[in-house]
């Protein structure tokens, strides 16, 4: 079983400064001893996600490196390119790359494009992760998992991580101090190095719910959202706008208009963002349901045209109908056409709100 009884020390040098330090706490050491006994039994359990937590100077990362000695410690990845896409393995194709970006929760074409540098803190640890993922073939641990996140993004970042980490079967250890990021990454164990305790946590753990409030939205506003859309900066002016917030923080952003007078009783979704951070938690999909479910309440049918693949997978199953399947929409098409797109010869899909 994963186990070990070592001890690490370090010697106490004799510089000046040494000296006096020594003198005015008197400490009289010559060398600095600490002793572990770390048992983790996971060797017969099914487990996927593994925690290791404790505070700074507790051994977290000692215990991780010599327990696990076998796992591949993650220690950074060269990021050199102009976008994240070409720092990938060139083996891997753009289609792979952007399907395990999204999957990861950073589903944001705009931001793929950029270097790693000039991302966020919360889009800079989920595009490792897809790295790792994808390039790793043994089991990986992550040390300092969230550690420059903030403390939201980095509870909602856990969550979408191991979704994905499960649906691969991967085998994946978080080192990390911050005990906040348990509920969200629903460990299977978890192992404490300030109290040198092990928990099989498997089944016990669940993400707190998400409190999202949905308020209407000034057309100013949305300059918060749209360099995030994938598409287009563009806004309907006469569009019904609408913004979810998580503790007061403008996470999404919704709008819907009216379909050409020809049509009765037809909405669509007109831009729909929801900020990377915050991304792979079904935000999304909760967000437009909300506000389909509001107008069909009023005897409107909704509908929604999107070229996003994460979102095409999604809305199938939570309570959207697809109308059209992904194909490519020719200039010919009417402008009243139910289906029409504002970015022709790219896929899209129709779908329309069902309950």
């Known amino acids: 079983m994963p186990s070990a009884k070592f001890v690490t020390s370090s010697k106490v040098g004799d510089s000046f400064r040494i ?24 060797e017969s359990m099914d487990w996927n996600v593994g925690l290791i937590v404790g505070a700074s100077g507790s051994g977290k990362t000692t215990i991780a490196r010599r327990v696990f000695d076998e796992y591949e410690l993650f220690q950074g990845f060269e990021w050199t ?7 990938f393995d ?12 999204s999957k ?14 000039i991302l966020s803190n919360g889009q800079k640890m989920r595009v490792e992760l897809a790295r790792l993922i994808l ?23 856990s969550s979408a991580i191991q979704k994905f980490v499960r649906k691969q079967n991967k085998q994946f250890i978080a080192v990390s101090c911050h005990y906040d990021v348990a509920e969200w990454l629903e460990p299977d164990w978890i192992y404490d190095a300030n109290k040198m305790e092990f928990q099989d946590t498997r089944g016990l753990l669940r993400r707190p719910d998400i409190q999202v409030n949905v308020r209407k939205a000034e057309q100013s506003e949305w300059k918060q959202f749209m360099e995030f859309h994938y598409l287009t900066h563009d806004h309907n002016k006469s569009a019904h706008k609408y913004i979810a917030e998580i503790n007061g923080e403008p996470v999404g952003w919704c709008s819907i208009l009216h379909f050409p007078h020809k049509i009765k009783n037809f909405k669509k979704i007109h831009r729909l963002v929801i900020k990377p951070d915050y ?30 693949p994460s979102l095409i997978w999604s809305l199938k199953k939570h309570g959207w109908m697809m109308v ?8 010919s098409q009417k402008h009243n056409n139910m289906h029409r797109s504002t970015s022709q010869n790219r896929l899209t899909a129709s779908f329309e709100y069902v309950l």
Not at 81 to 87: G, R
Not at 135 to 157: H, L, M, N, W
Request: aromatic share 10%; net charge negative.
């Open 90 to 101: 060139e083996k891997f194709s753009a289609k792979e790359i952007t399907e395990i970006l």
């Open 324 to 331: 059209r399947k992904p194909s490519s929409m020719k200039s």
């Open 81 to 87: 390119c102009d976008s994240i896409l070409d720092d």
């Open 279 to 308: 991304q792979g938690i079904g935000l999304g999909n909760m967000f437009l349901s909300e506000i389909a479910k509001k107008y069909t309440k009023d005897k409107f049918r909704v509908r929604l045209v999107t070229g996003s």
């Open 19 to 42: 000296e006096k330090v020594k003198g005015m706490f008197d400490v009289d050491h010559t060398e600095i001893k600490k002793e572990y006994d770390v048992n983790i039994p996971i």
């Open 135 to 157: 390039e790793s073939e043994k089991p990986f641990i992550y040390d300092e998992f969230t550690s420059v996140v903030d403390r939201q993004v980095a509870c909602i970042g």
């Open 104 to 117: 990861v929760g950073f589903s944001s074409p705009p931001d793929w494009l950029k270097p790693f540098n």
